[in-house]
């Protein structure tokens, strides 16, 4: 096969100085991942696109007679009929985990090899099931090591919290752990911000979805400053997280390959924060404008109620469009009356079921 040819088929000639001086022929052209054009210096991800949607019908078998490499079907990236689909890389923002197995050396060196592949692939279920429970996706088993995403390929208004919940829940759950009579403790590290998210790289058992960013790097250089049974998140996790749960500020700390200290906190526990509208905000509030309507109504009914008039209303509407914001302001307007206050609040995270 013209490697050049094939190349200048899909309108990417550009490439073929880098193919040649990589030593990319024709056996090695199907089973270029997303990770080898990137070293290739192909940064667009619109030409990996192409090339990996290339690369992948080139593995369909060989042109049929007559065609060469770069006019057969199979190599043309708008054939959808042929190859599976290729994988949708998207920047998006992700909070990133990493979780790690304290002393895992020391346990190798005490432990039959078929004694420890059962202590770490309990460990690993353990995990695997509290991190799914908050609606996190395991991205990678690395020996005893874990590394997942919340915010990915699923998005929620909470994934930092999901998160979080996730590593003082698999710290809990693998402390309990009873395999092998080993005591088992494990570390955590946990970052927000923006990746590329999507690509597949490697093959067959060794395909993952890569990320692409500073974030993951950060996550797993807190990880491994974590103390046993210990949550360090970055700071912009902290911040997305409010008051939600108890903190020890830890400084500016030195991470290798970053170029200044950055902010670290050590997740104690939850918080005690009655309300999480209030835990998520804990400055004073901006005065509510633009709800007057609604304003008003409640007012009615609460006259109509302190007449002996029961009453009851329901505030629906989409997540973050202010049903919390206007009940606050309500309560506000009704402070200096006298009433009975009763608050309910449903989990986020257990559904179903109530907490008071």
């Known amino acids: 096969m013209d490697i050049e040819a094939w190349l200048r088929g899909l309108g990417l000639e550009q490439y073929a100085p880098a193919f040649r001086d990589n030593d990319i022929d024709a056996e090695i052209l199907p089973d270029l991942t997303a990770e080898d054009l990137i070293g290739l210096g192909v940064t667009s991800i619109g030409h990996r696109r192409i090339l990996r949607a290339a690369v992948v019908g080139l593995r369909d078998g060989p042109p049929r007679a007559g065609e060469s490499a770069a006019e057969a079907p199979t190599a043309r990236p708008s054939d959808a ?21 304290v002393g895992s050396t020391a346990l190798a060196s005490r ?9 770490i692939g309990t460990y ?3 995990v695997a099931e509290t991190i799914e429970r908050f ?4 991205a990678k088993y690395m020996g005893d090591g874990v590394l997942a995403y919340f915010g990915y390929p699923r998005a929620h ?9 996730a590593g003082l829940g698999l710290i809990d759950a693998v402390g309990c752990l009873d395999v092998k009579s080993v005591k088992l403790q494990a570390r955590v590290g946990i970052a927000t911000g923006l990746v590329i998210v999507g690509d597949l790289i490697g093959r067959g058992s060794a395909q993952e979805q890569s990320v692409v960013g500073e974030t993951p790097n950060l996550a797993a250089r807190l990880q491994a400053m974590a103390p046993e049974n210990g949550v360090i998140i970055a700071d912009v996790t902290r ?14 700390i030195e991470i290798k390959g970053l170029n200044a200290p950055v902010a670290a906190w050590q997740v ?83 559904g179903g079921r109530f907490r008071t």
């Open 135 to 138: 609606d996190g996706f395991v």
């Open 157 to 165: 208004e909470d994934d930092a919290e999901r998160a979080v919940r």
């Open 268 to 350: 104690l526990r939850s918080g005690s924060v009655e309300s999480r509208f209030e835990a998520l905000r804990p400055a004073p509030l901006t005065p509510l404008v633009g709800r007057d309507a609604e304003m008003e109504l409640l007012l009615r009914r609460w006259e109509r109620a302190k007449e002996g008039e029961g009453q009851i209303v329901l505030i629906s509407g989409e997540p973050g469009i202010g049903k919390s914001r206007l009940t606050a302001a309500l309560q506000a307007r009704l402070s200096s009356e006298p009433h009975t206050r009763l608050r309910y609040f449903c989990s986020p995270h257990r």
């Open 239 to 252: 911040h997305l997280l409010g008051e939600l749960f108890e903190y020890r500020d830890l400084g500016p």
């Open 111 to 119: 432990l039959d090899p078929e004694d420890l592949r059962e202590v």
């Open 81 to 101: 009929s042929r190859g599976p689909a290729v994988s949708s890389a998207e920047r998006r923002q992700l909070t990133v985990m990493f979780c790690d197995l």
């Open 124 to 126: 690993h279920k353990c």
